[in-house]
């Protein structure tokens, strides 16, 4: 064996430990398995987060699409290729990387602090346009870092350029810049937030987005209207949730002046303080606000704790106004201006007593000979008029007379020892309710609300006494009656689950 083949075996065992030591051999064995893996390991993280529906799998997915996708490639050209770091393609790859942390970093920074945010948490009152400015300052920031270090820009005279080129830009977008502004000026001063309820001008809206331009509205009628900030910052605009949600809502009505103004504002007041979502404090307030050409005028202020709720409160009290202004026959006259030259005293007048007695002739423990009976009595009754869900009264106060039902339903309540109301009874045309009238100074021990519009006759307890003395049938029929009533009572008080 010769020196030349000592030499070739020998290289045959050194070569091999010469390609080991070789940096770039070390870092593309790194690559090749290092890559793979991590790409398994981030689809299996991936995999997981969307099981278990968490939102930070977004910016998984980024990282594993197209930041790691980068680095691998920056790490193939400079350590295995050994592509000079200040050539273009290297410095390139490196905006891209740099472009993809930033997105990376701001969708995980949105992710972790406002997408979970609890509901009524201070991160979920952040208006949008904080959002886009803070954005804004990360995102120049590393654009900033990235003119330096990868491109080596000197930053100063491009600041220097830039301001002898942003008076022509603010120029072409003065009214861009004016909206921003004054963006930034409502995003300090918060004169609203998200949730809150304004007017501008015409068009009332809550605000479901504030950014950088302008403010988002969406109407009663789910609309969305668009404010600009420039028009906001102005200060022209109302807001009804600042500085507390209590909200006072004013109305105008008109009653004849053949109405007493006392009465008028006492069923006012009492109509609204029977009204739901009505605060009782603050009270409602009326005032006569003047004489009109065809009635008095008069004005109320209701309080609410949420505007929001106002249109179905608004609703409720103007329908229940008419049925009380019926119930305490008050008279809410026509706005009109034809003229009619009429005898008043040879137009009908609606009678209560024949309307009791008609539903009287129908009913078989009242029969003819009780309604003419009933006839003969003066102001024997009144009819009273009451909406849906309004209580004809409640237990404990004292009843007016026994209540004959001429149209509608009622429903009877009691509560039971757990302060809830149990129903034990509805009623329909020709029944009666307010029995318990036959025991002298008593209080009712029930209430009773209407399930629909409601007509009733309030029989007087003198005309009932009379009616009862000269029909004992009747009287025994009533004496049943209290009977079943006050075992049904005691029933609901003590056994509320069987009702």
């Known amino acids: 064996m010769g020196v030349s083949d000592i030499y070739v075996i020998i290289n045959q065992f050194i070569m091999p430990i010469t390609l080991v030591d070789q940096n770039w051999f070390r870092w593309a064995i790194l690559l090749i398995l290092g890559f793979p893996l991590t790409m398994i390991l981030l689809n299996e993280v991936i995999v997981r987060l969307r099981q278990e529906e968490k939102p930070l ?18 790490l193939f050209l400079t350590k295995v290729l050994e592509i000079p770091e200040e050539t273009t393609i290297i410095r390139l790859v490196k905006t891209l990387v740099w472009i993809g942390m930033i997105h990376a ?39 900033a870092v990235i003119l330096s270090t990868v491109w080596k820009i000197d930053l100063g005279a491009l600041l220097t350029a830039f301001g002898v080129g942003s008076l022509v830009i603010g120029l072409a977008l003065q009214d861009t810049l004016k909206n921003l502004f004054s ?52 200060g022209n605009f109302t807001n009804y949730n600042r500085p507390t949600p209590l909200h006072v809502e004013r109305f105008l009505f008109g009653f004849s002046y053949d109405d007493p103004p006392n009465k008028v504002i006492h069923v006012l007041k009492e109509t609204a303080l029977s009204t739901p979502g009505i605060l009782k404090e603050p009270s ?20 609410v704790d949420n505007y929001e709720t106002m249109l179905k409160i608004r609703n409720d009290f103007v329908v229940r106004i008419w ?21 008043m005293a040879q137009m009908p007048k609606p009678n209560p007593t024949h309307q009791v007695t008609e539903v009287m002739r129908s009913l078989p423990n009242f029969g003819n000979a009780a309604a ?22 409640q237990e404990g106060e004292r009843i007016l ?24 009874a509805r009623l329909g045309q020709g029944e009666f309710f307010g029995e318990k009238i036959l025991l002298t100074g008593e209080c009712s021990d029930v209430s009773v609300m209407a399930l629909d519009d409601l007509e009733v006759g309030v029989l007087s307890p003198e005309v009932v006494a009379t009616l009862l003395e000269q029909m004992p049938r009747l009287s025994q029929e009533f004496s049943e009656l209290l009977e079943t009533r006050r075992k049904e009572v005691i029933k609901a008080k003590n056994h509320p689950q069987e009702f």
Not at 284 to 303: H, M
Request: aromatic letters at 14%; a negative charge.
């Open 57 to 74: 799998v977004a910016t998984i997915i980024i990282f594993r699409n197209l930041v790691f996708p980068l680095v691998a490639l920056l």
């Open 105 to 143: 970093i701001l969708s995980a920074f949105k992710v972790l602090i406002f997408d979970q945010a609890v509901a009524g948490s201070w991160q979920e009152r952040v208006p949008d346009l904080l959002l886009d400015l803070i954005r804004f300052f990360l995102v120049a920031c590393i654009t």
């Open 183 to 234: 963006g930034i000026l409502l995003l300090f001063e918060r004169p609203f937030a998200l949730g809150d309820w304004l007017q501008v001008g015409d068009t009332i809206g809550k605000v479901i987005k504030v950014n950088w331009r302008s403010v988002y509205l969406q109407t009663r009628e789910q609309d969305s209207v668009v404010i600009p900030n420039s028009i906001l910052a102005q």
């Open 284 to 303: 409602p307030w009326v005032r006569v606000e003047n004489y009109a050409d065809f009635s008095i005028t008069y004005q109320i202020g209701l309080f």
């Open 323 to 343: 049925y009380a202004a019926k119930r305490y026959h008050l008279t809410i006259p026509y706005p009109i201006q034809t003229e009619y030259h009429m005898d």
């Open 372 to 393: 003419e009976r009933f006839m003969e009595e003066k102001d024997a009754s009144n009819i009273r008029y009451y909406a849906q869900g309004e209580w004809v009264f």
């Open 401 to 424: 007379g026994l209540y004959l039902i001429l149209n509608g339903h009622a429903i009877i309540f009691v509560g039971d020892n757990n302060g809830q109301n149990q129903e034990i």
